[in-house]
């Protein structure tokens, strides 16, 4: 069975510093991963996917992150937060060999950005 | 592009009615899923289709709970008789199907509220 853990229910960070969120996978075999922002009153919305490749995967609104297979980690970075970054941010996995596009979301990060 | 379109966005009810909740996918999108988010479980998969057929159910909680996609431009969660644990908010996705990495498209959302 796939799963996805997010460590952090919530992450503080000042506006124009770092901003990272963690995530942690587990599959049976080679995963794709994927992470989506949720604003409030709103569905989830693509960032950004790892299928193959540089493990490095730039995504929406200077989001990247970066797949260690390794360390079973797909953690979500932007080099300078902005305000409007405040949102819930979700991790996802799915198999690679699996039918379908049926994706297993972490619980969900919580970024609040404070100017 | 309109996007996934959910209705209503908003449904009160009374406990033991029976609500329909209302999605049309994207356009040429073959997969459609239906998600329930709760601040308790987090995102939980409910249900998904491909091509119109059922794959996995798995996630449906109990026998109350039935969906439906008569056609690949609708589909339907219903819940008979709604309980007040069943106040959430149930979202619909769709994406290309079979093995694609296509992102899934979410709706806005139907927020319900048994009471």
């Known amino acids: 069975a796939q799963s996805v853990a997010q460590p952090e229910d919530q992450v503080n960070v000042a506006e124009g510093n770092p901003l990272t969120v963690k995530c942690t996978y587990s599959?049976?075999?080679?995963?794709?991963l994927f992470w989506y922002v949720q604003y409030p009153n709103r569905g989830l919305q693509f960032l950004l996917k790892?299928?193959?490749?540089?493990?490095l995967v730039k995504g929406s609104y200077g989001f990247e992150a970066e797949f260690n297979k390794s360390q079973t980690s797909f953690h979500l970075k932007k080099p300078s937060a902005l305000v409007s970054d405040s949102a819930l941010y979700f991790c996802a996995v799915r198999e690679h060999e699996a039918a379908g596009n049926k994706l297993t979301f972490g619980g969900g990060t919580r970024v609040l950005v404070k100017p | 592009d309109a996007g996934v379109i959910q209705s209503p966005r908003h449904e009160v009810t009374e406990m033991g009615q029976e609500v329909t909740l209302r999605c049309k996918p994207i356009?040429?999108?073959?997969?459609l899923f239906w998600y329930r988010q709760t601040m308790m479980r987090g995102l939980e998969l409910l249900i998904y289709?491909?091509?119109?057929?059922?794959?996995?159910d798995s996630g449906m909680p109990e026998d109350r709970f039935s969906a439906k996609m008569p056609n690949a431009s609708f589909s339907t969660l219903k819940i008979q008789p709604s309980e007040p644990r069943d106040s959430a908010v149930y979202f619909c996705?769709?994406?290309?199907?079979?093995?694609?990495?296509?992102?899934?498209?979410f709706g806005n959302g139907t927020r319900l509220t048994v009471t």
């Open positions: 289709f491909n091509n119109n057929v059922p794959i996995d």
């Open positions: 599959v049976s075999g080679n995963p794709y």
């Open positions: 790892y299928i193959t490749g540089d493990n």
């Open positions: 996705a769709s994406s290309l199907g079979g093995r694609t990495n296509s992102p899934l498209h």
């Open positions: 356009s040429g999108h073959n997969s």
